[in-house]
């Protein structure tokens, strides 16, 4: 599956981004989806997943009821994020997680999103 995210970018604290991440490809084999951040200095860590079917969606206990997860009816994937804030700041990355596995197995480019303060 080949994964396209975008939307990141400067936001000030206190305001909104939504990301989007397109896949294309052998789609029919997806079983869940998830989004991944990673910090300057740190390592990468999980922020959200749904499975493909939208249903399920899990959250990172530093943004649940901040951050939502989401699919349309196409092969498109969404992260919707209100209250940034500073520490939100990272290079963010769409994965999925195909039916015969039990990791995330392909990664789109990363989006950069910036919350200053």
């Known amino acids: 599956v080949q994964l396209q995210a975008s939307g990141g970018g400067l936001v000030q604290a206190g305001g909104s981004l939504r990301l989007s991440c397109a896949a294309s490809?052998?789609?029919?084999?997806?079983?869940?989806i998830g989004w991944f951040r990673q910090a300057p200095g740190k390592e990468r860590e999980f922020v959200a997943s749904i499975a493909w079917s939208g249903i399920n969606p899990n959250y990172a206990d530093s943004v649940k009821g901040r951050f939502t997860i989401s699919r349309d009816g196409a092969n498109n994937m969404f992260l919707q994020m209100n209250n940034l804030k500073p520490e939100d700041t990272a290079v963010y990355y769409c994965?999925?997680?195909?039916?015969?596995?039990?990791?995330?197995?392909?990664w789109g480019q990363g989006t950069e999103v910036t919350v200053s303060s």
């Open positions: 490809g052998r789609t029919f084999g997806i079983y869940a």
């Open positions: 994965a999925v997680r195909p039916s015969s596995r039990n990791r995330y197995t392909d």
